[in-house]
């Protein structure tokens, strides 16, 4: 996704090195990072990797070992009362009352937040018809499904109207058709709220946000959007080919002939051999293999270069896979 335009770009969150530590576990590290109205960002990191401990702290759960954290240019220590006005926050487990029907636990939500009576009945239709509530508002929670469960708790983060949302892996656990519905609903919200989200699902973060904040044993390995991460970090071009008609030893000779390629397999495949070739983007080898195979009456079944994407791109950053 490109960035979206946005009149106003006020910093609404500005972190300078946060340090999280509990007891011996330094589960955040001197992370700086500022988030401006109107931006969806991704937060991305392997198990462990201090995302949940960090949207705690901004969220006003948990309090920081060191740093400084703004919202909005206050303070979330000493002005943490207003700050929690702004802040909507759905954590990973999204606790719910399973028993309360689902009308009742947004009225005891909005309550909670001296939203009563008139305001009530509006904050009630604005999250209802924002999260698409309308058909299980007089239902109990715990016979809805777990991607409804999510728009509920989504709710109840949102029925005093904050400016921040702040959504702990909101997707995790849901079905194909349900990640999708959630997505739109966040893309929806974004249009009118600073939204930062936590996910393992890379092609969820992808899909759904403007930027990306990668953290890593507590620290951040990069930040930006999805295509300059790309841009930045991706590394030398993977061509794959499928080659029938020649030997081993006369493929390895490619190297040989054709100026900084470096052959990285060689493997009999079902018609032929399978071969993998890296090059630098700028030294393009495509057409000069495809005139020695001709040339060599090989044939060329299959050629497919294949660049970095972001999950090649988070291995590379962190060493893991984001499915830890
Ligand atoms: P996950 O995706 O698994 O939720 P995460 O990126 O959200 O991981 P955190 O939950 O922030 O990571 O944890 C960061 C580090 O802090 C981990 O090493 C974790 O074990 C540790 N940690 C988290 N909460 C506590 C706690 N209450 N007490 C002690 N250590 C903790």
Known sequence: MGQRPFCKRNK?????NLIKNYGPVKAVQAINFSISDGEIVGF??????????TLKILSGYLTQTSGQIKINNLDIIKDSHEIKKMIGYLPESNPLYNDMVVYDLLEFTANIRNITGEK???????????????????????ACSKGYKQRIGLACAMIHNPKILILDEPVTGLDPNQIVEIR???????????VLMSSHILQEIEATVDRIIIIDNGQIVADGSTKKLIKKHKGNIQLSLEIKGAT????????????NIKINKINKSQFGHHVEIEYLEKNDPREEIFKIITKSKWILLEMNPKSDNLEDIFRKLTGKNIKA
């Open 120 to 142: 009530f009945k509006q904050a009630l239709h604005t999250v209802v018809e924002q999260c698409g509530l309308k058909g299980v508002l007089h239902k109990n929670v715990g």
């Open 44 to 53: 991305l990191g392997a198990n462990g990797a201090g995302k949940s401990t």
């Open 184 to 194: 739109e609903l966040i893309k929806n919200l974004g249009k009118e709220k600073l």
């Open 248 to 259: 081993k030893e006369k493929i390895k000779k490619l190297e040989d002939q054709i100026e």
């Open 12 to 16: 609404m969150i500005e972190v300078k």
